[in-house]
Every structure is written in structure tokens, then in C-alpha cells.
């Protein structure tokens, strides 16, 4: 959606409604239990429209949920639904989580481009203590949609971590969901293999951080670069964004992971001007408006030339003149005095002492 912004330009302004990939529903069709009329009942959506169809409001998966819920008298639907929404159901998405280089990468690309898939939820990944967790966090304001999402999205997220490393470790993957103990409780935890934690303050799930740089055997340089690619456009083409530092942090992350796939771009990454001509607004709206929420170019930029830093460094078959090209730089030494700004530090220190200089 665009309109006419206070300083004459085309503005612009995110989806005033979060939808969800069409497959998801004619996945559900599929299952065969239940009719798909019935399904559909009250959805707005027929299998007619289904199949013209890339995405459709959240409210009408809502009610082929409810429908589902209805039939099934309990969340037994839930685990089957999981179950069959696996990671390569995800199209786009799914084959680039499933061939990025590490497990690290793997579970990055699911929390950067879930939007090319879903945008009813936002996701987070960070350490925490001594785990990776990938949080998921509703934005529809439906509590019972919102959890049915968040179960079935980590259980793909372990459907993914499956497929890499074959097997779990007992208690190693942690899911953490935001719901008390209940009469479902047990079909729920059935779920997962992984251990799970009810009443916690989000719906999580975590890898120990030691695991992030772990090869995955399953990584094509090609397969993921090319569906990374088109879950850009997919992005881009929605405007799937709450707001304007969202869509600067795709961008400036989009750059980064193109760079680092092999793919022919720039030497800097995109600048403000031409960011925010992509994004149909002028460079002093697109100020105003980070600068509304908090954020700036430059400060976005730092942190996740910082993030990639630490990524990078970790991979002994990167050298320090390469890392700070792949970053952006178009001088090796201005990547050491950034990095020494952020940890105090050259990048070279870093990596022969292989640890976390203190914060």
C-alpha cells in the first residue's frame, strides 16, 4: 500500500493485514479426515479460490483451525498438523533453512525470512545464557490462533533441526511454550522430541549455542542461494513489515547474506538513499521514520556487520582481509577498528583466543 507522504513522495506503509502462505490450508485439505467443505466453513476461502491463490488472511486459516479443533474435541489435530507441515512444505523458505551452510545458518534464515511465508508472528534469534533460541511472538492479538501458530512453527523449526543432525541428544533441544500444564498437555508434549517446558514467558526453542557453527551435511551453496534470493523478492514484494526499521534490517541483512552465498553484489552494502528509494520514500522520511522507532541506518548497519563478524570469525576458512569484505568494507583496517570499538579487540585476537572477550 503506498500514499502520498508530507514531503510530496510516494509513501510507504506495511500491510494493514498479516496473511499466511495458501499452501498451508490446501496442506490441511489434504489430510483426508475431514471433509473440505466442512474445513472451509465459515473460512471465506473454497477450494476453487485455493487454488489461485499464494496468500490468505490469517482469519481464514484461523477458522480451518477452529474447524479442525471442532472435529478432532481436542488438540490431537495439532501433533498431526505438525506432523505433516514439515520443513519442506515451507517452499522457498524450507529449502533455504535446509541447505544453509551451518546449523547456525540454518535456524538465521528461518527467523529472516519466515515473512516470505507468514507474517502473524515475528521471530527473534539470540544467545541466551548458553543456548541459541529462536523465539516466535504473535502480533495478531488472537491468543488461541496465536498459540496453535507458535506450536506448529516450532515444531517445523525441529523438523528442520532433525533433518540436519539425524538425531536429538536427549534434552539437548529445548522448547519452551508460554501455556500452563492442561488436559492437552500430554498431546502437546507428544509433539516434540525435543524436552519440553510448559508456563514459560514465550514460545521458544533452543540448540546449545556450541552448535551454531556445526556443518550441515545438507548445505548446497546453489539451492541455497537461489531460494534465499526468492524469499527476498517474496518479502519485498509484500511489504511485510510493522515498520520502517524492519524493512531496513531485511535489506542491510538480505545484502550480508547474499554476500556471503557467493552472489555477485555490490562492495558496500545498500546506503540509506537507495534503501529508501526502494522502499518509495524519500531519505528524510525514511530518517524520520527510523528515528521515530528508536533506530538509525547506522546503528542497524553496526549491528549486524557485528553479528556476522562473530559468525565469520568462528570459520577458519575465512581470513580477516576476507571477512571485512564480505562485511562491507572496502578497507580491511576499518573492519579492525570497528571490531575493536565493539569488543576491544582485533578480529585476529579474537579468533586465536576462541572465546567471548567480556561485554
Known amino acids: 500500500m503506498t500514499i502520498e507522504s508530507d514531503d510530496n513522495r510516494v509513501d510507504f506503509v506495511p500491510a494493514a493485514d498479516y496473511d499466511v502462505a495458501a ?22 476461502l473454497s477450494e476453487e479460490t485455493l487454488g489461485d491463490t499464494g496468500f490468505v488472511s490469517w482469519r481464514s486459516l484461523a477458522a480451518v483451525f477452529e474447524n479442525l479443533h471442532v472435529q478432532a474435541g481436542s488438540s490431537v489435530w495439532l501433533a498431526e ?3 505433516r507441515l514439515n520443513i519442506t512444505s515451507h517452499g522457498a523458505l524450507g529449502f533455504a533453512a535446509l541447505t544453509a551452510p551451518t546449523l547456525g545458518d540454518a535456524m538465521a534464515t528461518m527467523a529472516t525470512y519466515y515473512r516470505a511465508r507468514i507474517t502473524t508472528v515475528e521471530m527473534t534469534l539470540c544467545e541466551v545464557e548458553q543456548d541459541l533460541q529462536l523465539t516466535v511472538c504473535d502480533v495478531t492479538g488472537d491468543p ?34 508460554a501455556r500452563p500444564k492442561d488436559a492437552d498437555a500430554s498431546l502437546i508434549r507428544g509433539m516434540y522430541r525435543a524436552k519440553v ?34 524469499c527476498q523478492r517474496l518479502i519485498e514484494r509484500s511489504n511485510a513489515f510493522s515498520g520502517a526499521a524492519g524493512m531496513v534490517s531485511f535489506m542491510l541483512r538480505a545484502y550480508l547474506d547474499a554476500s556471503l552465498a557467493g552472489q555477485d553484489v555490490p562492495v558496500r552494502p545498500p546506503t540509506l538513499g537507495v534503501i529508501a528509494e526502494r522502499m518509495a520514500v524519500t531519505p528524510r522520511t525514511l530518517i524520520r521514520r527510523l528515528k521515530q522507532e528508536g533506530e538509525s541506518y547506522q546503528g542497524t548497519l553496526d549491528v549486524l556487520r557485528k553479528e556476522y563478524a562473530e559468525r565469520l570469525l568462528a570459520d577458519v576458512g575465512f581470513s580477516v582481509a576476507e571477512i571485512a ?3 562491507g568494507y572496502t578497507e580491511p583496517p576499518n573492519f579492525g577498528r570497528a571490531f575493536r570499538r565493539w569488543y576491544g579487540v582485533s578480529p585476529a585476537t579474537w579468533r586465536r583466543t576462541k572465546s567471548w572477550p567480556k561485554r
Open 325 to 327: 569484505t564480505l562485511l
Open 81 to 83: 498438523l505438525g506432523e
Open 23 to 44: 499452501a498451508y490450508v490446501r496442506l490441511i485439505l489434504q489430510g483426508g479426515s475431514v471433509s473440505p467443505a466442512v474445513l472451509l466453513e465459515g473460512s471465506g
Open 144 to 177: 488461541v490462533f496465536s498459540e496453535r501458530v507458535a506450536l506448529i512453527i516450532l515444531k517445523v523449526v525441529e523438523s528442520l533441526l532433525v533433518a540436519i543432525l539425524g538425531t536429538i541428544p536427549d534434552n539437548a533441544i529445548k522448547v519452551s511454550l
Open 197 to 230: 517446558r510448559f508456563g514459560a514467558e514465550a514460545y521458544c526453542i533452543a540448540i546449545p549455542a556450541s552448535w551454531k557453527n556445526m556443518p550441515s551435511p545438507l548445505h548446497e551453496r546453489t539451492v541455497y542461494r537461489d531460494n534465499m534470493l526468492e
